[in-house]
C-alpha cells in the first residue's frame, strides 16, 4: 500500500556513524581527454570518435556493447534468429572472425557461399540495427588449427608466418582485397554498420609489434578499409602503435589453456579490483598513486581502456571439462566496469559448430564440431545460464554508460590486501558508481560485517547505506550516487540499476535488490512535489526524501511527481526478477518485460521462445506490470535409442575353394586416416593380411582387434583372411579419417574367395558378439527421433551419456561431437540435412582408459562412472513460439 512520506531530520551523512571503507577522491585529479585521429569517422551526426577515455557517437558518450559471433560457424539459416537474441539481450556491435583457412582450405579456391557469405551476415546486421566489428586476421586463434591460417601458407617453405617476410605480407594482401571485395559499400563512412577493424590477434613477438601491426594498417587502409577504429588483442606490455591502433584486452577467469589435470584454477589478478590490463603483469605505467587511492595517469594513458574477451562462458579443453556458473558472468562485468573498461567485449556471445573441410576438421583444441563455449546464445540456440546476468547488466551499460563512460575508476589502496573487501569507485566530478566484489571463483570469502562506504568529494561526503551491513561471501554488486536520473537528484541507492524506460512524458527506472543487502534511496528535494511509495517507507526529511523498508518485487514502486506535472518512477525488482528482465524498442517505443521465455523483436512484433507449451510474460506500462499468458499445442515427441553391437552389419564367410577370402577396397578421399581398427571372429585361428602385412591382432574376450591405421592407405586396399579349411570369419574395419568421417568395411557376399576370385558362401551363422569388449572402452548406439516440422520453431535432442568424448554421425559424416562434462549433450534435430527417422544417427562415445585420468571435472561427476560409456537417456524437447503484436499487450 501507498505510505506517505513523513517529516523528518534529513542528513545526508548518516548521524554520526563513521565509514568503515572510505575513499578520498576531494583531491584527485583526472586525465584530460584527448582524441585520436584514426579513420573516417562516418556521417554527420552519427561519427564515431575514440578518445583516450571512451568512444562517442554523434558527440555523446557511449559505453558499447560487443558480443563475438562467428557467421563461419552457424548454417546462415540461423544468423537472423542469433543475432536478435544478441540485439534483445542488449548487443550492440557484433565481432566477428574472418577465418581464411575456412574461406580458403585450398589455394586460389576462395569461398563466399553458404556459411562464410560474410556478406550477406554484414547485410543483416545492417537490417536489424547492429554495428560490425570485423576481426580479419590473418592469424586469429579462436581454436582453429594455425590460427585460421590455411594449411598451404603454414607449409610454404618460401615465407615466414606472422611476419613482415614480403612473400607473407602479398598473400596477406590478397587476403585483405578477397575481404574488401565482400564489404565494400558497408563501411561506416557508407552507411554500412563496420565501425572497426581488428588487425592480427595475440601479437607477442617482441621488437616486431609495432611494424607487423602498421604493416598490416597500412595495407587494409590502401585496399580501402578506412573504419572510425582500428584495433588489436593486448596480450603483452605497452608495446604497441599509439594513436594508431587501439589496445583492447581480455580477461578469462575460467581459463583451461592455464591449467592441467585435475587441479583448479590459480586465482588470479583479474578476480579483484586492480588497473591490471594485460595477464597478470600489473600496468604499472597507466597508474598514479593519489594518497590511499589508485587512479589513471593522463600522463601515459594513450588508448581507452576497451575489452575484446571477456570470458563469461568458456570453452572446454580435453583435459579441463569446467561448468561456468551464472554468476561468473555477473561477477566478470562487474569487475571490469568498476576497473574502468569502457567497451564491454564478451568472446563467446553465440556459440557455433566448427565446420568440416574436405581434408580435416579446423579445430586446434576442444571438440572437433563443437564451439558451444557455454556462450550466453548456444550453440544451437538455447539460452546459456549466463544470460541471465550478462543481459542485465548490457541493459546498464546501455541506458547509464553515457554517465559512466567519463567516469574515472578510483581504486582504494586497500585491495591491494586482497583479504580485504573489494571495491572501486567510477566518479566524474560529484557523480559516480560504486562497485563492491566478495566473490572468488570455486574458492569461499568471509562475510565482511559492519560495512558503510564513505566516499569523501570535492563538496560533500557520501555514506552508504545509513546503517551498517554485512556483505555476505558470493555478493557482487554497483550502486550509483549523485546521479540525475530524468532531473531527479538520486543521491544514492542501495540497489542496483538496470535500465530505464521512457513512456511520453514519464520516465521509470528499473533497479533489483542483493538477496542480502536491503535496499534504501537517498532522493534530494529538488522540483518534487510529491513522493509516494508502494511496498516500503518514506520519510520526508529536511532536503529530500528517505525510501527503506522496501519489499522488492513487481509492484515495489516509488512514485516521484515533478512540479511540472511528469512522472518518474523507480522500481525495485527482487533479483530473481532482474534475471528475467527484458528491453528492447518496437515502432520507436520502448518497451521492459519480464517473463522466463527468451525473447527477441522483430518489425512490429515480440516473440517468446520456449520449450513449453505454455509461457507468460509481464508487460510493464504506465507503473505497473500486466500479465498475458499464452498456450499452444503440445507436442509429444520421443526419440528411441539402441546399442549397435561390434560387426553389426558383418556376415559369416568362406572361400568356395581354398583357404583365403580376399577383398580390394578403394578408399577415395581428399582427407587422410587418422585411425583405423579391425574386429574379427572366428572359431578358430586365422591371420589377416592388408596391404600385404600382417595385423598383429591382440584377442579379446569375445573378438580379436587390431589398430591397423598404419596398414591402410588411401586409394586401393586389399584385405585378405586365410583360414583353415570349412572355416569361416566375420569381420569389420572401421576407418575414422581426419575430416571427421567414418567408414566401415564388412565382411558381405561381395568378398571373393582368393583362389578362385568366386563370390564367397555365406556361412551359417555361429555367433554374434553382443558389446564392445571393456578394454576398448567404446560404445555406438543407433538414433531415431520423429520428423522435425518445417518452420523456425527448433526441436532439440538432449542425450544424457556418460564417458569421454561422445561424436555423432549420420550416413558416416560428423554432425556433432562432445566433451562429457555431467551435463546434457544438445543437438539441434531440425539443422540435420536428413531427418533421422529414417537416416538413423549414430553415437559413438569413448570411455576413459582409466578413472584416474588427468581431467578436470566439477564434483558432481565420478570420473570411474565414465570408463564404460553409456548413453541413459535421450529427451526431445520441441521449441514453441508465441508471436505477440505490440498492440495486444
Known amino acids: 500500500m501507498n505510505k506517505i512520506c513523513l517529516l523528518s531530520a534529513f542528513s545526508l551523512i548518516a548521524g554520526g556513524i563513521s565509514a568503515q571503507h572510505t575513499i578520498d577522491l576531494s583531491k584527485v585529479s583526472s586525465p584530460s581527454t584527448q582524441y585520436l585521429t584514426l579513420g573516417n569517422p562516418g556521417p554527420a551526426g552519427k561519427e564515431i570518435r575514440i578518445n583516450n577515455l571512451y568512444m562517442d557517437e554523434g558527440g555523446i558518450p557511449k559505453l558499447p556493447v560487443m558480443g563475438e559471433f562467428h557467421y563461419s560457424r552457424m548454417h546462415p539459416d540461423y544468423w537472423r534468429d542469433a543475432l536478435l537474441k544478441m540485439k534483445a539481450s542488449g548487443i550492440n556491435i557484433v565481432a566477428t572472425y574472418c577465418i581464411w583457412s575456412l574461406h580458403e582450405e585450398t589455394e586460389g579456391e576462395l569461398s563466399w557461399e553458404g556459411h562464410l557469405n560474410l556478406r550477406r551476415f554484414v547485410e543483416l546486421c545492417k537490417e536489424l540495427g547492429l554495428k560490425v566489428h570485423l576481426r580479419v586476421g590473418p592469424y586469429c586463434n579462436a581454436e582453429i588449427k594455425n590460427g585460421g591460417l590455411p594449411d598451404w601458407i603454414v607449409e610454404n617453405k618460401h615465407l615466414k608466418v606472422r611476419s613482415n617476410d614480403p612473400l607473407y605480407l602479398e598473400y596477406t594482401r590478397r587476403w585483405y582485397q578477397g575481404l574488401y571485395g565482400q564489404i565494400n559499400g558497408l563501411l561506416w563512412k557508407d552507411g554500412g554498420p563496420i565501425m572497426a577493424l581488428q588487425l592480427e590477434n595475440e601479437y607477442v613477438t617482441r621488437g616486431m609489434i609495432v611494424s607487423h601491426l602498421m604493416n598490416l594498417k597500412k595495407m587494409a587502409v590502401e585496399i580501402g578499409f578506412d573504419v572510425p577504429l582500428y584495433t588489436m588483442t593486448h596480450w603483452m606490455d605497452s608495446e604497441y602503435p599509439k594513436g594508431e591502433i587501439v589496445p583492447y584486452a581480455g580477461f578469462y577467469i575460467e581459463a583451461p589453456w592455464t591449467t592441467t589435470g585435475k587441479e583448479e584454477m590459480p586465482t588470479s589478478n583479474f578476480e579483484f579490483f586492480t588497473y591490471n590490463r594485460l595477464s597478470d603483469n600489473i600496468g604499472t605505467d597507466i597508474i598514479k598513486i593519489e594518497g590511499d587511492v589508485e587512479s589513471l595517469s593522463g600522463e601515459n594513458n594513450d588508448s581507452p581502456f576497451f575489452t575484446c574477451e571477456v570470458g563469461v562462458g568458456s570453452t572446454t579443453f580435453y583435459h579441463r571439462r569446467a561448468v561456468v556458473p551464472e554468476e561468473l558472468a555477473g561477477e566478470m562485468i562487474n569487475l571490469r566496469l568498476g576497473c574502468g573498461a569502457n567497451l564491454m567485449g564478451y568472446y563467446m556471445y553465440v556459440g557455433g559448430s566448427n565446420p568440416v573441410g574436405e581434408k580435416r576438421t579446423f579445430q586446434s583444441s576442444g571438440p572437433r564440431i563443437s564451439y558451444d563455449y557455454q556462450a550466453p546464445i548456444r550453440e544451437f540456440g538455447t539460452l546459456g545460464t549466463v544470460m541471465q546476468e550478462t543481459k542485465k547488466y548490457n541493459y546498464f551499460m546501455n541506458d547509464f554508460g553515457t554517465t559512466l563512460a567519463p567516469s574515472i575508476a578510483y581504486l582504494p589502496k586497500e585491495n591491494q590486501n586482497r583479504d580485504n573487501l573489494q571495491w572501486a569507485v567510477r566518479n566524474n566530478g560529484a557523480t559516480g558508481y560504486l562497485f563492491c566484489s566478495n566473490y572468488l571463483y570455486r574458492n569461499g570469502k568471509k562475510d565482511y560485517k559492519n560495512v558503510q562506504f564513505s566516499i569523501k568529494l570535492k563538496d560533500e561526503t557520501i555514506r552508504m547505506p545509513r546503517k551498517k551491513v554485512t556483505i555476505k561471501d558470493g555478493t557482487y554488486f554497483l550502486w550509483p550516487f549523485n546521479q540525475e536520473l530524468s532531473n531527479v537528484l538520486l543521491k544514492y541507492a542501495t540497489a542496483q540499476p538496470i535500465c530505464s524506460l521512457k513512456e511520453d512524458n514519464n520516465d521509470t527506472h528499473f533497479f533489483f535488490e542483493d538477496d542480502y543487502i536491503q535496499s534504501e534511496y537517498l532522493i534530494a528535494d529538488k522540483e518534487i512535489l510529491d513522493v509516494k511509495v508502494k511496498n516500503g517507507s518514506c520519510k520526508k526529511e529536511k532536503n529530500g526524501y528517505f525510501i527503506n523498508q522496501l519489499t522488492p518485487g513487481k509492484e515495489c514502486v516509488i512514485e516521484i511527481t515533478k512540479k511540472d506535472g511528469s512522472t518518474v518512477r523507480f522500481v525495485t525488482l527482487t533479483e530473481e526478477e ?142 585378405e583372411f586365410s583360414l583353415p579349411t570349412n572355416k569361416s570369419v566375420m569381420a569389420e574395419i572401421e576407418i575414422l579419417l581426419k575430416n571427421g568421417e567414418r567408414i566401415i568395411w564388412n565382411t558381405d557376399a561381395t568378398w571373393l574367395s582368393a583362389k578362385d576370385n568366386q563370390p564367397v558362401i555365406i556361412a551359417k551363422e555361429e555367433k554374434k558378439v553382443v558389446t564392445y569388449d571393456p578394454k576398448e572402452h567404446i560404445a555406438l548406439y543407433e538414433i531415431k527421433a520423429p520428423r522435425v516440422s518445417s518452420g523456425e520453431e527448433e526441436t532439440r535432442m538432449y542425450i544424457s551419456y556418460k564417458g569421454d568424448i561422445a561424436n555423432a554421425y549420420q550416413n558416416g559424416r560428423l554432425i556433432g561431437d562432445s566433451f562429457y562434462d555431467g551435463t546434457d549433450w544438445i543437438l539441434s534435430l531440425s539443422r540435420l540435412k536428413e531427418a533421422i527417422d529414417v537416416n538413423p544417427m549414430e553415437i559413438r562415445i569413448n570411455g576413459l582408459k582409466s578413472a584416474d585420468a588427468p581431467i578436470y571435472f566439477e564434483k558432481n561427476v565420478d570420473p570411474a562412472d565414465c570408463v564404460n560409456p553409456t548413453i541413459s537417456g535421450i529427451q526431445v524437447k520441441q521449441e514453441y513460439r508465441f508471436k505477440i503484436e505490440m498492440d495486444s499487450i
Open 578 to 719: 532482474s534475471d528475467h528482465i527484458w528491453k528492447g524498442t518496437l515502432k520507436g517505443k520502448e518497451f521492459v518485460a519480464i517473463t522466463h521465455s527468451a525473447l527477441i523483436y522483430d518489425k512490429d512484433k515480440i516473440t517468446l521462445i520456449d520449450d513449453r507449451p505454455a509461457t507468460e510474460i509481464w508487460m510493464y506500462r504506465n507503473g505497473s506490470f500486466k500479465q498475458q499468458k499464452y498456450q499452444a499445442a503440445p507436442r509429444n515427441l520421443q526419440a528411441t535409442f539402441r546399442s549397435i553391437t561390434p560387426m553389426e552389419k558383418s556376415q559369416w564367410i568362406r572361400p568356395t575353394e581354398g583357404d583365403k577370402v580376399k577383398r580390394s577396397f578403394v578408399l577415395n578421399t581428399f582427407s587422410t586416416i587418422e585411425q583405423a581398427y579391425l574386429r574379427y571372429v572366428s572359431p578358430t585361428s586365422v591371420r589377416c593380411i592388408l596391404n600385404g602385412k600382417e595385423a598383429k591382432t591382440t584377442t579379446m574376450d569375445h573378438y580379436s582387434y587390431a589398430d591397423v591405421t598404419s596398414l591402410l592407405q588411401k586409394e586401393d586396399n586389399t584385405i
